[in-house]
C-alpha cells in the first residue's frame, strides 16, 4: 500500500523536507502532498487521510485540525525529529554516537549565543556545524555530516537553535542543552504560558543521566526547565561566582554592547570549555566576535559639524530587528547610556509591554516613535507616566526620517559637552508580519532606508 505523506507548511523547513524524502530510497514510492495555506486557503481540511504528515514549525502545533488527525493515528513529524532520528540510525549502525547535539534555546539570545559558540568550537579544531531556527534547517546537513565524517571515532557537534515551535512536539533532546533566559512570547500562537514554557522544557525533558544541560540560574524559567531533566545540571551562574576573573575579561574584551550579550557570551564560553576548548583560542573568538545581523547592529554613523562647543557630534543607527518581545527591546535600551530614540512597533503577539515602562523609566530615552498594528497599545502600556515625547506614524520610513530630524536638533540643544552622540534605536518588541515578510526583511529595509539619509 502507498504511504500517504503530507507536507504541512512549505517554507524553508518544508522544501528540505520534500528535498530529503525525495533523495531517501524508503519513501520513492510514497504519495506526497504539499499542503500550505499560499496554495489553497482549506490546506488543513483532509489531514486525517494521510499516514504521515511533517509539521513546519510556522504552522501552530495546538490547531483543532492537527489535534483532531492526531486522535485518529495520523503520525505527525518535522524536519527536527527527521534529523534526531538519522542521527540516532547512524549510532545504531556505528555501534556508538559519534554526532553530538549541542540543543540551545531561550526566548532571546539564541541566534547570538549559538553563532558564537559555533565560531569558538571551529577556531578550537572541532567538527562542527550550525543549524535548526537560524541558518540552514538540520535535515539539509546530514549529506554534510555524512561526508565530512569518515572516523566514526572523532565527534562532530551540531549546534541547533531552537525555537517553542520546534520543541513543542518532540519527544527527544539532545545530549547538551543550553538554556537562556526565557520570558513570556509568542501568546499569539500559543493557547497559553504554560503551553509556551512546556514547549520550552522538551529541550531537557528527554535528557539522559549522561547528558548535559547548561541554564541561567538567576532566570525563574531557565531554572524550572533545567529542573525537567535528568542530566547533569551545570547552572553557569554560580559557576561564574568562583569564577569573576573570566568573567571579567569577557566584559574587557566583548564588542558588542548590552548586558544580555556579555551574558549569552559567558554561557557560550562555559560550554565551550566544558568541551575542552582552551580559554586562550576562546577569549580570542568573543574579543573578535562583531554579533549577528538585526541584533544591535551598528549600521551607520552620521557626523554632525560644528554644534555648540563640540568640534563634532554623532547620529548612531542601531538596526535589532530581531527583538520582537518587549524583554528584548529593554535589553537593547539598557544597552546605551547615551540619549536615544527609540523606534518600535510592529504586529501584537498578544503580549504586555509593562516592561517597556520600567525600562524607558530612567533610560536617557528622549523620544519613543511607535508605528505598526500595536502603536496604540504600545503607547498605552508602556508609555504611562509621560517620561517621553510619544509619537505615531504611519510607517518605517516615517519614522525614520523623524527620528533622524529629532536626532539632529536635539545635538543642537545639548550644551556644556554633556553629549556628543545620540543614539536611534530600532527595537520593534514586536512581530513583523503586519508590514514585512520576516524581521531580516523588516531590518533589511531600516538599514536601506538609513543609508539613504543625507
Not at 1 to 19: H, Q
Amino acid at each position: 500500500m502507498t504511504m500517504k505523506i503530507a507536507i504541512l507548511g512549505f517554507g524553508r523547513e518544508g522544501k528540505s523536507v520534500l528535498k530529503y524524502l525525495k533523495k531517501s530510497p524508503q519513501f520513492k514510492k510514497a504519495d506526497i502532498s504539499i499542503l500550505d495555506k499560499k496554495f489553497n486557503k482549506n490546506y488543513l481540511k483532509n489531514l486525517s487521510s494521510f499516514d504521515v504528515v511533517y509539521r513546519s514549525p510556522g504552522v501552530p502545533y495546538n490547531l483543532p485540525e492537527i489535534q483532531k488527525a492526531i486522535r485518529k493515528g495520523v503520525k505527525f513529524s518535522s524536519s527536527i525529529k527527521l534529523f534526531f532520528e538519522q542521527i540516532e540510525e547512524w549510532s545504531k549502525i556505528n555501534g556508538q554516537k559519534s554526532t553530538v547535539i549541542i540543543g540551545i534555546t531561550g526566548t532571546k539570545g539564541k541566534g547570538t549565543t549559538a553563532t558564537l559558540l559555533y565560531k569558538i568550537l571551529k577556531a578550537c579544531g572541532k567538527n562542527v556545524y550550525l543549524a535548526g531556527n537560524i541558518g540552514k534547517p538540520a535535515i539539509e546537513l546530514l549529506s554534510k555530516i555524512r561526508i565530512n565524517q569518515p572516523n566514526p571515532h572523532k565527534s562532530a557537534f551540531v549546534i541547533l537553535e531552537l525555537s517553542s515551535f520546534q520543541l513543542q512536539d518532540m519527544r527527544v533532546s539532545p545530549e547538551i542543552a543550553v538554556v537562556l533566559d526565557v520570558f513570556p512570547d509568542h501568546m499569539d500562537l500559543h493557547r497559553n504560558l504554560r503551553e509556551y514554557f512546556d514547549a520550552k522544557t522538551n529541550i531537557a525533558r528527554w535528557q539522559k543521566k549522561s547528558d548535559k544541560i547548561f541554564y541561567f540560574s538567576d532566570n525563574r524559567w531557565s531554572k524550572w526547565i533545567a529542573q525537567k531533566s535528568r542530566g547533569k545540571k551545570i547552572p553557569v551562574d554560580s559557576i561564574f561566582s568562583n569564577s569573576r576573573e573570566l568573567e571579567n575579561k569577557i566584559k574587557e574584551i566583548i564588542k558588542i554592547p548590552g548586558e544580555h550579550n556579555l551574558k549569552n557570551a559567558v554561557m557560550a564560553t562555559i560550554v565551550a570549555l566544558s568541551l575542552g576548548c582552551p580559554k586562550e583560542k576562546i577569549l580570542k573568538v568573543v574579543k573578535n566576535f562583531r554579533g549577528n545581523e538585526h541584533r544591535l547592529e551598528l549600521v551607520r554613523t552620521i557626523r554632525i559639524n560644528q554644534l555648540n562647543q563640540h568640534e563634532s557630534a554623532f547620529i548612531k543607527f542601531y538596526n535589532d530587528s530581531a527583538s520582537t518581545n518587549p524583554q528584548t527591546a529593554d535589553a537593547a535600551i539598557k544597552a546605551f547610556k547615551e540619549p536615544k530614540i527609540l523606534i518600535s512597533g510592529g504586529k501584537d503577539k498578544g503580549l504586555n509591554y509593562s516592561p517597556l515602562a520600567k525600562a524607558l523609566k530612567n533610560s536617557n530615552t528622549k523620544l519613543v516613535i511607535l508605528f505598526g498594528e500595536n502603536k496604540n497599545k504600545i503607547k498605552r502600556q508602556a508609555t504611562r507616566d509621560k517620561r517621553q515625547e510619544v509619537v505615531l506614524v504611519k510607517d518605517l520610513k516615517s519614522s525614520v526620517q523623524f527620528a533622524y530630524k529629532t536626532a539632529k536638533n536635539l545635538l543642537k540643544s545639548m550644551v556644556n559637552g554633556q553629549w556628543s552622540s545620540v543614539n536611534i534605536l530600532f527595537s520593534p518588541a514586536s512581530a513583523s508580519f503586519d508590514m514585512f515578510k520576516d524581521y531580516a526583511d523588516r531590518g533589511k529595509k531600516f538599514k536601506k532606508l538609513v543609508k539613504r539619509l543625507k
